[in-house]
Each structure stands twice: as structure tokens, then as C-alpha cells.
């Protein structure tokens, strides 16, 4: 027996979901909110018949508070990284270019 839900909060509508399963029509009744573009932490539907209530909590996305433009922005730890990176390498090709001058004084 199909039962009938209806989105009572945040927004309040006539549109009526129709399902053997409450969590179908949960899922259809969150669909209808994303694509109004409700921004909400829960959402209620409400039994047409029985006059229950259920209420739902929306999982947000993580949301980065540091993107620019597709692009990272850069903080002090990056700059300190990168810095320390770069004479990292630095000593790396000073150690590669004596091993090389060593190996042409042996031969």
C-alpha cells in the first residue's frame, strides 16, 4: 500500500510524493529542495494519512574557507614549506655536483 508524504519545513508545499517507502519519498522531498536552492540543516515531511511527521538531517559538504579562484591561497605555513623546500633542493644539487666533480678527480 502506497502511502503519501508531503515537504512541510522549511518550505511548505502542495506536492504530494507517493511511495511504498517513507525513505523513498525523503529522498524525493530533498531533491525538490536542492533544486529550489533551500539552504537547511533538516528538513520535515509530513504523512498525508496518518498526520506523522518525520524530520531529516541534511550532511553538508565540506566547504574550504581558503579557496580563491581555484586557486589555494597561500598561508604562512605554505610560504615557511616552501621556503625550506627550496633549500632542501638547493643542497641536494650542491651534494649532486660535488659527487659528479669527486667521480671526475677518481677516474
Partial sequence: MSKRYRIISP???DKIYESDSMLKCAK???NEIKLNKISTDQFTIK???TSETFTFAVNKKYESQ???GGQIEESKES???NT???S???RITTIE???KEDECVIM
Avoid: G, S, V
Fill in 11 to 13: 518550505m511548505l508545499t
Fill in 66 to 68: 581558503h579557496q580563491i
Fill in 88 to 90: 632542501i633542493d638547493d
Fill in 84 to 86: 625550506h623546500l627550496k
Fill in 97 to 99: 655536483q660535488k659527487l
Fill in 47 to 49: 504523512d498525508i494519512d
Fill in 28 to 30: 524525493k522531498c530533498y
Fill in 79 to 81: 610560504n615557511y614549506l
